[in-house]
């Protein structure tokens, strides 16, 4: 049973990768991708590295969208965390990110504008503290809390030495609080299902330096994700797929203390996830964000698709990742 949930939260842990974005428009680095490893077991390391896509060429204003295919953003973010667990309840995890934004502009009768950044992004440090039995695996309550470190530049230029907005940015120059909430619950008509609800809020701070003497302040973020978790073994494959609903509000950024036009908005995602146990230790995960509703605060450019894959490893005995009649 305790391997079940441990690898049913491997497709959880899928289902939450993008879990928050830097910017207004969702355009951002996912900068508390991975926060949500699996809290289970003393004295463990587990890392996880991911490739996330993220696109937007959808453009709307409030919940209309726009008959323009002129503007697309592109991140590219490749995403390094660790994860220790000081002991069955208390863990440490940490975040690391290479960021690739892109932004293309072709206007009708107009040159193309292209411009692009590259960079390490913030870094998130948080830390999580079970607060149910840990014997007891069939309701887990997790809670979270730390910071997001200002280490990414935010003062790139483009080819003609202009400095890029904010949302271009790997960084956000601004030391930020992130609360997280997690709760598990295991079905005992079929140990294998598992519904999963993680709660996230962002309370961003103030860059003092944007562009050089402004105070820029991206807008908090909140974000409520629901869904279900099973298992499917297929001879000796075994899968984990799950299905989830994501509901994100981000309030609107601040410059010089006055909110800014064209930022902001909420957002509803359905998002399908599989985890693949290539070993007892190893294993592959991919999801989807597929967007069902959002409304924007002006006019913004929205995703359109996102996409996160990857691995994670857990550094511990092989017979405490599968369940006895895996063994």
């Known amino acids: 049973m305790k391997g079940r949930l441990l690898l049913g939260s491997l497709a959880i842990f899928a289902a939450l990768i993008p879990a928050l974005a830097q910017t207004c428009c969702s355009g951002g680095v996912p900068i508390s991708a991975n926060v949500g490893l699996p809290v289970d ?59 690739r934004q892109e932004r293309r502009i072709t206007p009708l009768n107009f040159p193309e504008t292209f411009n692009y950044s590259n960079g390490i992004g913030d870094v998130v440090i948080l830390f999580r503290y079970r607060i149910t039995n840990p014997l007891n695996n069939s309701r887990i309550l997790t809670l979270g809390a730390g910071p997001k470190l200002p280490t990414g530049p935010t003062d790139l230029q483009n080819e003609q030495g202009i400095t890029l907005n904010a949302d271009m940015q790997p960084g956000s120059g ?17 140990p294998s299902l598992v519904l999963f609800s993680t709660g996230t809020y962002q309370s961003t701070g103030t860059n003092p330096s944007y562009l050089g003497s402004l105070r820029y302040e991206l807008g908090d973020n909140m974000r409520l994700d629901v869904g279900l978790s099973d298992r499917i073994n297929i001879g000796r494959l075994i899968l984990d797929p ?3 609903l994501r509901y994100r509000v981000a309030a609107r950024d601040k410059n010089q203390g006055q909110k800014q036009e064209n930022t902001g908005g909420e957002w509803v995602f359905l998002i399908p996830s599989v985890s693949y146990s290539i070993s007892n230790n190893l294993s592959f995960q991919f999801s989807m964000d597929l967007p069902l509703y959002s409304y924007l605060q002006g006019s913004q450019l929205t995703p359109s698709y996102r996409i996160n894959t990857g691995f994670y490893y857990v550094f511990t005995k092989k017979s405490d990742l599968i369940a006895p009649e895996f063994k």
């Open 174 to 190: 601004a030391w930020d609080a992130v609360f997280w909430a997690n709760y598990l619950h295991q079905f005992s008509f079929r």
């Open 242 to 244: 799950s299905l989830a």
């Open 41 to 99: 077991g003393a004295a463990r390391w587990q890392l996880a590295l991911n490739y996330d896509l993220n696109t937007l060429r959808t453009f709307k204003d409030g919940d209309r969208t726009l008959n323009d295919n002129s503007r697309e953003r592109k991140t590219h973010s490749v995403l390094l965390s660790a994860g220790f667990n000081v002991n069955s309840r208390l863990s440490i995890n940490s975040l690391v990110s290479f960021v």
